[in-house]
Nanobody, 129 residues
Framework: QVQLVESGGGLVQAGGSLRLSCAAS????????MGWFRQAPGKEREFVAA????????YYADSVKGRFTISRDNAKNTVYLQMNSLKPEDTAVYYC??????????????????????WGKGTLVTVSS
């Protein structure tokens, strides 16, 4: 069993930055491809970014490419999402997810949410204009 706990959300002005963290319990963190998803009010959950178990491969949604960076520290069992140049349309609850590492970072963008093995409870990011 893996528990995922997100942190780092908050209120920020457009153009600002935030760094989200997702801490994973357990000793098998490197068994998982990790991803970030988000859900804005009244919208469906959407993929944001993913990173392979080694950190060697990443994949991003077009809407965040060049502004967001996903990374992981396997020694700390933590995955990060650095968000720069934030826009009001980035406002959403951001969720961390884990999928067995046979899932590539690119595949994580395409698979349904039911394919993920674990989800966090989310952290709210609000970007004001």
């Amino acid at each position: 069993q893996v528990q995922l706990v997100e942190s780092g959300g908050g209120l920020v002005q457009a153009g600002g930055s935030l760094r989200l963290s997702c801490a994973a319990s357990g000793r098998t963190f490197t068994s998982y491809t990790m991803g970030w998803f988000r859900q804005a009010p009244g919208k469906e959950r959407e993929f944001v970014a993913a990173i392979s178990w080694s950190g060697g491969n990443t994949y991003y949604a077009d809407s965040v490419k060049g502004r967001f960076t996903i990374s992981r520290d396997n020694a700390k069992n933590t995955v990060y999402l650095q968000m720069n140049s934030l826009k009001p349309e980035d406002t959403a609850v951001y969720y961390c997810a884990a999928s067995y590492r046979s899932t590539t970072a690119q595949a994580m963008a395409l698979l349904p949410g039911t394919h993920m093995n674990y989800w966090g409870k989310g952290t709210l990011v609000t970007v004001s204009s």
